[in-house]
């Protein structure tokens, strides 16, 4: 009952969070009772497009489960707002991080990196109030979708996803200290780099320095996709693709960070391990040298997270291909018996 | 110029108005046993009252949440279904209902008496 399965999964994507798998059960439930009295034990495909059918296209049973009442955008059109907000939103989003990208690899300052933040911070809400605004104009005269009003059938559902789904709650506390994060980075680049004072000088990272507005686009990157994530409810293919990608980014970052930061030390004059700066602490500028070991570790630390994440990602990722592929193969050979 | 003809969705849209009310009290009407929703399906059918089953769970949701109906899973024959039956106030709502319907039903017919 695979076709079963997909029809739930595509209804599921539109009903509200804490009554979905509820509604799944019971929804479940009454087409296998209808399976049973139609079919008596052995129902052919054709039975089971049948019955989907007569209960209806996934959004619009999705629908029917939201509350009656006044509404600015309606039940029938919210799925269809979702989806178009999703694309301009992303579009956005995409096009200003493509374009502070460019900017600061033009200009390689850290204030090209701040300007794009609160760009983004600006255009955000400006893109979303205009969809808004056309999908309240579409309610108010009561403009649907053509999608609705085609012959829904069941056979072009999308395949069953192999990934659980995210945990949308955990997604938003991402988003939120990812953001907080962004904000400090911007405001550390703008006050004029990583320098840590405490009357003098004590201790400042020329090569993060350097590398800032990169850091910075990295954690705007990894922002835009736990948001996209939190939107589709779970991997799929692109998302995981971007997500892999990001990763490389930041590990290429990182391998930079460390580089840098091994050029400084032999340039000081010192060894590898921060165990041995620390015996540098009472000389001129030990703090820095403490300061940089530090950092040195927790990109280390970063780097092997990263590195381990990127690669279950890539192992899902060929893992869900194969299976994918697999079940296609199955399907082209019945179609041809 | 008075536009006769409407669209078949403007029809369709007067048609599901029409009967939301309707099927509000037939659902009720019919819960004094608990059913599971398909079984509910059947009954109304027998008495010539079709109702998809996009239309009933929904509905039988609502009308649990407006606290009109209890609703609990049972397992029976290795399926679980929801079962829902009508409570107390959901009794005392059936029978204003009931009253209201009548009389609505007694005014309609006067009033469409001369409509052919």
């Given at each position: 009952m695979e076709l079963i399965e997909r029809y739930l999964q595509e209804i599921g994507r539109h009903l509200p969070d804490n009554k979905r798998a509820d509604i799944l059960s019971e929804l479940r439930s009454s087409l296998d009772d209808s399976l049973e009295a139609h079919a008596n034990g052995q129902p052919s495909e054709e039975d089971v497009v049948q019955i989907i059918k007569e209960m209806g296209a996934p959004r619009k049973v999705a629908a029917s489960y939201y509350p009656e009442g006044q509404y600015l955008i309606g039940p029938e059109l919210f799925p269809f707002f979702q989806r178009i907000a999703g694309i301009v939103l992303a579009a956005t989003v995409g096009g200003q991080l493509i374009a502070a990208v460019v900017s600061i690899a033009v200009s390689h300052q850290a204030d090209s990196m701040v300007q794009a933040f609160l760009q983004l911070l600006d255009s955000i809400p400006a893109a979303l109030g205009s969809v808004v605004l056309v999908f309240a104009i579409m309610q108010w005269f009561n403009v649907h979708p053509d999608s609705e009003k085609k012959d829904f059938d069941p056979r072009t559902l999308p395949p069953l996803q192999k990934d659980k789904p995210i945990d949308r709650s955990r997604q938003i506390i991402r988003i939120v200290f990812g953001t907080i994060f962004l904000a400090f980075l911007c405001a550390f680049g703008a006050s004029g780099g990583f320098t840590a004072k405490y009357g003098v000088n004590l201790f400042t990272d020329p090569v993060l320095d350097k590398y800032f507005p990169w850091i910075a686009a990295s954690v705007m990157i990894g922002i835009v996709l736990d948001i996209l994530l939190r939107w589709r409810g779970r991997w799929e293919i692109s998302t995981r693709i971007a997500k892999i990608g990001a990763n490389i980014f930041s590990i290429v970052l990182l391998c930079l960070l460390l580089q840098g930061q091994a050029a400084w030390s032999s340039q000081m004059g010192i060894g590898d391990f921060?165990?041995?700066?620390?015996?540098?602490?009472?000389?001129?500028?030990?703090?820095?040298?403490?300061?940089?070991?530090?950092?040195?570790?927790?990109?280390?630390?970063?780097?092997?997270?990263?590195?381990?994440?990127?690669?279950?990602?890539?192992?899902?990722?060929?893992?869900?291909?194969?299976?994918?592929?697999?079940?296609?193969?199955?399907?082209?050979?019945?179609?041809?018996? | 110029m008075v536009k006769n003809i409407q669209s078949p969705s403007t029809v369709e849209n007067i048609v599901q108005e029409l009967r939301r009310g309707a099927l509000i009290l037939a659902a009720l009407s019919q819960l004094d046993d608990e059913k599971y929703g398909y079984a509910l399906i059947n009954q109304l059918e027998e008495h010539g009252l079709e109702i998809d089953q996009g239309t009933l769970y929904p509905l039988l949701r609502r009308l649990e949440s407006q606290g009109l109906l209890d609703s609990k899973w049972k397992v029976e024959s290795s399926r679980p279904r929801r079962y829902y039956v009508i409570n107390k106030t959901g009794k005392a709502v059936l029978k204003d209902l009931a009253m209201e319907w009548r009389s609505l039903a007694k005014s309609m017919e006067k009033l469409l008496a001369d409509v052919k």
């Open positions: 921060a165990v041995e700066q620390f015996q540098f602490t009472n000389r001129p500028g030990g703090f820095q040298l403490i300061g940089m070991a530090s950092f040195r570790l927790a990109f280390l630390v970063a780097l092997i997270v990263i590195a381990v994440q990127t690669t279950i990602h890539i192992y899902q990722l060929i893992r869900n291909s194969l299976s994918n592929a697999s079940t296609s193969g199955i399907k082209m050979e019945s179609t041809s018996q | -």
